[in-house]
């Protein structure tokens, strides 16, 4: 069974550009997270979403930092402008069922802002 | 930010040794996961508990889920160099505003020396 795919797996770009980073979730899984992780903060939680719609982005550190789920199969983080301390690895998971499953990981976006 | 207290930090031992690692928490979970990380990749489900009292096994892990639904406790036996890696506890608190959601811990770093 494919797990949850995430694309690119390496990005670089310089500070003030746009960075899409992309989410396949596992098919028929319906929660969705998104999860930044850093030396100094480990994994930390940005957004998740329920079925496509977001049910908490307390997590998302500044306005700068969006994130979309147009349909079932699909995510979208996005940073606008990008800043070096965005610098993380950002990971996607996802989830079946409505309580308490264990969330199933992406192998990461490795994200370099210079 | 992170509310379980995960120990040690980190452990270097030869191999063939048992190892075991352990999460606290001030607040009850509903369930307990392990995970584990190689360099490069996601998070990868070990074990889930979901009962007080719960012990599980997966080939050579062990875990278990605290009485007082406030910790649980990974146990490796004979490790082998290929159990290198970042061990994380994770749980979904009980009650809040926190459904669907993981706390994790900071993570054990495992070195194996063969």
């Known amino acids: 069974d494919a797990g949850v795919i995430q694309s690119p797996r390496h990005e670089v770009t310089e500070m003030g550009q746009e960075v899409t980073l992309r989410c396949k979730p596992i098919?028929?899984?319906?929660?969705l997270f998104w999860y930044r992780q850093t030396m100094m903060r480990g994994l930390e939680l940005l957004i998740y979403?329920?079925?496509?719609?977001?049910?908490?982005d307390s997590g998302m550190p500044e306005d700068r930092f969006s994130a979309k789920m147009p349909n079932a199969s699909f995510s979208t983080l996005k940073i606008q402008p990008s800043e070096p301390r965005d610098s993380a690895v950002y990971f996607c998971?996802?989830?079946?069922?409505?309580?308490?499953?264990?969330?199933?990981f992406g192998d990461g976006t490795r994200l370099s802002i210079l | 930010g992170q509310q379980l207290n995960q120990s040690p930090q980190s452990m270097f031992i030869q191999e063939g040794e048992d190892v075991s690692m352990n999460c606290t928490s001030s607040?009850?979970?509903?369930?307990w996961l392990w995970y584990k990380q190689e360099p490069g990749e996601g998070p990868v489900l070990l074990i889930a508990l979901y009962k007080a009292g719960e012990l599980t096994s997966n080939g050579r892990l062990t875990a278990q889920f605290g009485i007082t639904r406030k910790d649980s406790f990974l146990n490796i036996s004979a490790s082998i160099p290929s159990d290198v890696g970042i061990y994380f506890c994770?749980?979904?608190?009980?009650?809040?505003?926190?459904?669907?959601?993981?706390?994790f811990g900071q993570g054990t770093i495992l070195t194996v020396h063969p």
């Open positions: 994770a749980g979904h608190k009980a009650g809040g505003t926190s459904y669907g959601k993981l706390t």
């Open positions: 607040s009850i979970f509903n369930t």
């Open positions: 979403f329920n079925n496509n719609v977001p049910i908490d």
């Open positions: 998971a996802s989830s079946f069922g409505t309580f308490h499953q264990p969330q199933h």
């Open positions: 098919s028929g899984h319906d929660y």
